[in-house]
């Protein structure tokens, strides 16, 4: 049935829930930053509009690396996944057990989200204190480029993660994703100018590194108990 309120319904699941919570909160994040950076090189460092936009190169080069590194590492822990659990099977027929099928938990795909999410909060503290303390303009570009691959690196984790737990639904499930993290964003982007007017880059860079903070709590409990989750509130492979 093509309703999208039932997709955006997949929240009541708590492992979708907390998977689409730290997607959201890194994009919004995401746009934060490009919207405080574009503010950052013109009235910290008093660069030019067009000098400014060269500036993003450097976050884009980032997201352009993270994606396609964070894209192939989760092919790899799911194939890495599925030999262990094939030379544990192997092992088990030997003593007498069963044929089964092999099935590779999709949570096999977030175990490296730690890797992106630990360059999103390095870059995040470091982007705001550096020009907060108007500390050199190539420290934060170093920043930006951790802070874009780290963003796109567990863009790939998530996404992929989704698109296994509803199998069928790939189209939809990444119509929810864009709804919520555009969501997230809109409403980050429309306070984030008056937070640094009020407690300045870095405390606002701070309180959006503490944010991350909370939702990489949860999309932890993903990686260890996501497969239980699923097992007892859902979804199932029918959902």
Known sequence: ENNP???????????????????????????????GQSLAYETVYGLLQGESGLCFL?????????????GR??????????????????????????????????????????????????GTIASGWFIDKHISLAGVLVMQFVFGFGVCFT??????????????????ITGVQNFWRNIFGAVLVQVFPTMLSSIGWGWSYTVMFFLIMLSF???????????????????????
């Not at 450097?58 to 964070?70: D, M």
């Not at 590779?104 to 992106?116: I, K, N, Q, S, T």
């Open 217 to 239: 709590a949860g999309i932890m409990v993903v990686v260890f108990k996501g497969t239980v989750l699923r097992k007892r509130y859902g979804p199932s492979a029918k959902s």
């Open 155 to 172: 863009y790939q984790s998530i996404s992929n993660y989704l698109i296994d737990v509803f199998p069928t639904k790939s189209a939809r």
């Open 5 to 35: 309120l039932l997709d955006l319904a997949t929240v009541r699941y708590p492992a979708v829930a907390l998977a689409l919570l730290h997607f959201g909160v890194m994009f919004c994040m995401f746009y934060a930053n490009s919207t």
């Open 73 to 122: 590492t989760t092919d790899i822990l799911l194939i890495r996944k599925k030999r262990i659990l094939t030379e544990k099977a192997n092992q088990n027929q030997e003593k007498g057990a069963p044929c089964v099928d092999i099935v590779v938990p999709a949570e096999a795909r977030l175990e490296a989200v730690w890797v992106g999410t630990i360059l999103i909060l390095a």
């Open 58 to 70: 450097a976050s884009g080069f980032g997201t352009i690396v993270g994606a396609i590194s964070g």
